[in-house]
């Protein structure tokens, strides 16, 4: 599967947005979906994931009650929403495709990534 993320951009802390994943291929459904991100000098970080038909998720202890994240699997789409968004949010975020929920060895398809940045 091929994924492109989308939605980043520049927000003032306490800001949201809402990212976008559109993937390629008529496997999307069968995939557990994850949301990724890095920031300068930092090691790649799991935010979110969703099992393939939705009814499971999962959230970095960092983001919980601030990020949502949801799929149209008819659409081949996943997306994050992120509330009150903080400057340590600020990172690429990249979208990434995954048959297991233990880390991001268990995610072999990756988007490009898209930056988000927040000004305090």
């Known amino acids: 599967v091929q994924l492109q993320a989308s939605g980043g951009g520049l927000v003032q802390a306490g800001g949201s947005l809402r990212l976008s994943c559109a993937a390629s291929?008529?496997?999307?459904?069968?995939?557990?979906m994850g949301w990724f991100r890095q920031a300068p000098g930092k090691e790649r970080e799991f935010v979110a994931a969703?099992?393939?038909?939705?009814?499971?998720?999962r959230f970095a202890d960092s983001v919980k009650g601030r990020f949502t994240i949801s799929r149209d699997n008819a659409k081949n789409m996943m997306y994050l929403q992120m509330n009150g968004l903080e400057p340590e949010d600020a990172a690429v975020y990249y979208c990434?495709?995954?048959?297991?929920?233990?880390?991001?060895?268990?995610?072999?398809?990756w988007g490009q990534g898209t930056q988000v940045t927040v000004s305090s």
């Open positions: 990434a495709a995954g048959t297991g929920w233990g880390s991001s060895a268990d995610f072999g398809s």
């Open positions: 291929g008529r496997t999307f459904s069968r995939y557990i």
């Open positions: 969703i099992s393939w038909n939705g009814s499971s998720t």
